[in-house]
């Protein structure tokens, strides 16, 4: 919903924030649903490689929860999203997007592939995260919130544009998803985990 979201507001008047305000709630209740998906598989005791799988996906898409119900968990994609809606349109602002997304992707699936090997606790449960979760983009999301509810939009983004008219044109601010997404595939960050 996040992702219609943005594009609705894409396709809209630009000073009617109405749908980008529901791209950035939508955002949240991705972390509750994954949140909730572990724990009903630990409270089953049940786990699989495709649920794992799936897991992982569900952060960057969309996909069925095990009630049945069509959810938007998405925290590389929609903030992505989003962030262009709200006018980080450049060339070179949509590569850095890209960058973001690819960083969050492969953050998960590194994740998936080195689970086994990271040190565990008496639980069996990885004592720490190795890079930032892709969680953590909600961030993000709320400084794009503030953006909104100050009318930071489209041409009124903060910083501005830089190298406007070259081929390198952008937002500086387009930086904040080049760190996060840096710091998802960190080695050296470990997060311990609650």
């Not at 809209?12 to 980008?20: A, F, I, T, Y």
């Not at 969680?135 to 041409?155: F, K």
């Amino acid at each position: 919903m996040s992702i219609l979201s943005s594009m609705r507001y894409c396709l809209g008047q630009p000073n009617h924030h109405g749908n980008l305000w529901a791209a950035l709630a939508f955002m949240p209740f991705g972390l509750f649903f994954d949140f909730m998906d572990g724990k009903v598989a630990r409270w089953r005791h049940k786990s699989s490689l495709m649920g794992q799988e799936l897991d992982s996906l569900a952060d960057l898409q969309r996909r069925l929860t095990y009630s049945g119900l069509l959810i938007q968990i998405s925290f590389g994609v929609a903030p992505a999203v989003c962030s262009f809606a709200l006018g980080l349109r450049t060339t070179v602002d949509t590569l850095l997007l890209t960058f973001f997304v690819l960083c969050g992707l492969t953050r998960l699936a590194r994740f998936n592939v080195t689970v086994a090997a990271l040190p565990k606790d008496s639980t069996g449960k990885s004592k720490y995260f190795e890079g930032t979760p892709i969680p953590t983009t909600l961030g993000i999301a709320s400084i794009m919130a503030y953006w909104v509810s100050q009318g930071w939009t489209l041409d009124n983004l903060p910083l501005g544009i830089w190298g406007e008219g070259t081929v390198l044109e952008m937002h500086p601010v387009v930086g904040l998803f080049v760190l996060s997404g840096c710091a998802m595939v960190s080695k050296t960050i470990h997060i311990p985990k609650p």
